[in-house]
């Protein structure tokens, strides 16, 4: 299983980025996917998920600013941030884990399968 995420960067608030996460090496529709991310002395949170139905959860701090999506037929999972926030600057990690799995249900320790992160900063 390999996770590869990028599209982080430096940009200003209320500014937009699209995240983006290749995966390979196992049967991608088969797997939830989700977006996750650390601050620096902050714990791992949930931000975006989409299961393997294509069913999506969000954190509340991100709804109605952040979308999720996924590509099957590219194996891409996508997290397009609109109106960013400073509070928003983190490492930013995509994660599967095998079946129906609801991102806003399970925490980040139960997720198998994760990328190296792409750092997103939000400042002026």
């Known amino acids: 299983v390999q996770l590869v995420e990028s599209g982080g960067g430096l940009v200003q608030p209320g500014g937009s980025l699209t995240l983006s996460c290749a995966a390979s090496g196992f049967t991608y529709n088969r797997y939830s996917m989700a977006w996750f991310r650390q601050a620096p002395g902050k714990e791992r949170e949930g931000v975006a998920g989409v299961d393997s139905g294509g069913s999506t959860s969000y954190a509340d701090s991100v709804k109605g600013r952040f979308t999720i999506s996924r590509d099957n037929a590219e194996s891409t999972l996508y997290l397009q941030m609109n109106s960013l926030k400073p509070e928003d600057t983190a490492m930013y990690y995509c994660?599967?884990?095998?079946?129906?799995?609801?991102?806003?249900?399970?925490?980040?320790?139960?997720?198998?399968?994760w990328g190296q992160g792409t750092q997103v900063t939000v400042s002026s």
């Open positions: 994660a599967a884990e095998y079946g129906s799995v609801s991102m806003s249900r399970y925490r980040w320790d139960y997720w198998d399968y």
